[in-house]
């Protein structure tokens, strides 16, 4: 097997896995499971994780490593403050990606109890925040935005992002896509002095 094959094997059984973790929860996932949506053997799985733990924090760190991604993307881009801010409310939106955000909600149950995956979240987490607070703070620079407190409206956006996004995957029915959306784009629009119409 060279090299080359090997690691995309690898990717290749990392994205399979965190479909069927998605999909089955960490709890409810067998390496069976995740075995025969990727049309391969356990001792496959095992050959290039050694254990079922091993594949799990592998595949949430793959499932980061992707978002983190996208996140730089946005962070290397030339556009206004205004434009990068709705870029990240878009990626990160609770309604976008529905078996990602069913693997980080699982995720965060899972970092009580598991260090790896506590670190690997917060990770996620911080960097998200830091992106959030820097657009901001260069929006207030160039006069973009008005707002006192970055740091705090970090917080505040990325609260509310995340508990909608949990109300919305755990209690779809109770709000719409469209009701969910205009809440965070309404709280993202007072937090930096615009009108909702401008995100």
Known sequence: MTPGFSRLRREDL???ACEVIAERGF??????????????SQALLFYHFETK????EQAFSYAARLHLNALNQIERSE??????????????????GADGWRLWIDAWAESMRNTDLEETSR???????????EIIEEGVASGDFVCADPDGASW???????????QWNVHGRLLSRRRVAQLVRTAAAAE???DVEDL
């Open 14 to 16: 990392l994205k399979t």
């Open 27 to 40: 709890g409810h996932t067998r390496t069976l499971d995740i075995a025969r949506a990727a049309g391969v």
């Open 53 to 56: 733990d091993r594949l799990f």
């Open 79 to 96: 556009r206004p403050p205004r434009e990068r801010l709705k870029l990240l409310l878009k990626r990160c939106s609770p309604t976008t």
């Open 123 to 133: 990770r996620l987490d911080v960097r998200g925040r830091t992106l959030l607070r």
């Open 156 to 166: 505040r956006i990325f609260a509310l992002s995340d508990g909608l996004a949990i």
């Open 192 to 194: 930096v002095g615009l």
